[in-house]
């Protein structure tokens, strides 16, 4: 009664059949390439090809022998079991793909965010410098101050020189004083 116990999981289940290790990766790539070749004009005309062929000769024999008449459930058989396996196949190679594009649409996306960031404070400098340089003096602004500076001292100096010509020379040399 202990080998019936169905309270208890059995230890090895299975253990008859031989346990197949496969690299996930190379078997994804490997649907991958099928899910593509499927999606190709070639694949359609090599199966157009091959169903022509097989018709043609089980309708005319090879010898006199048709090894698959008329409802041609041989063909059906091939392209059933040719469906079975594409099926996964192709599902498998899209699940890949969702995941790529996952990937990359998270990475796009943490790209977009820092480019964000970037924009943001970049913007907070240019706008910290713009409110600096209203308190900065102009390179016009120095420029305009410095006329105004020069022309001040070049009237001084005019009206010095215009005064020491009205000034009546009683022979001392003022310069002495």
């Known amino acids: 009664m202990a080998d019936n116990d169905l309270s208890k999981p059995r230890e090895s289940r299975g253990s008859w059949l031989p346990r197949v290790q496969l690299d996930s990766e190379t ?3 490997f649907a991958e390439a099928f899910a593509r070749f499927m999606g190709t004009a070639k694949f359609l005309v090599y199966m157009t090809v091959f ?3 097989w018709v043609t000769f089980n309708f005319v024999g090879i010898y006199g022998f048709k090894w698959d008449p008329y409802p041609f459930i041989l063909l ?3 392209f059933s079991t040719q469906a079975s396996y594409s099926a996964p196949l192709i599902l498998l190679a899209q699940n890949r793909q969702e995941v790529r594009d996952k990937i990359s649409l998270d990475e796009d996306r943490r790209l977009a965010a820092q ?3 970037d924009m943001d404070f970049l913007a907070r400098e240019i706008a910290s410098i713009r409110m600096h340089l209203g308190e900065l003096a102009t390179r016009d602004f120095v420029r305009s ?3 105004s500076e020069l022309r001040g001292l070049l009237d001084e100096l005019d009206e010095r020189a215009r005064t020491r010509e009205e000034m009546p020379d009683d022979g001392e040399d003022t310069r002495a004083r």
Do not use: Q
């Open 27 to 29: 078997f994804g790539t």
């Open 51 to 53: 169903v022509v062929l």
């Open 76 to 78: 059906n058989l091939f």
């Open 115 to 117: 480019s964000r960031a």
């Open 145 to 147: 101050e410095l006329r």
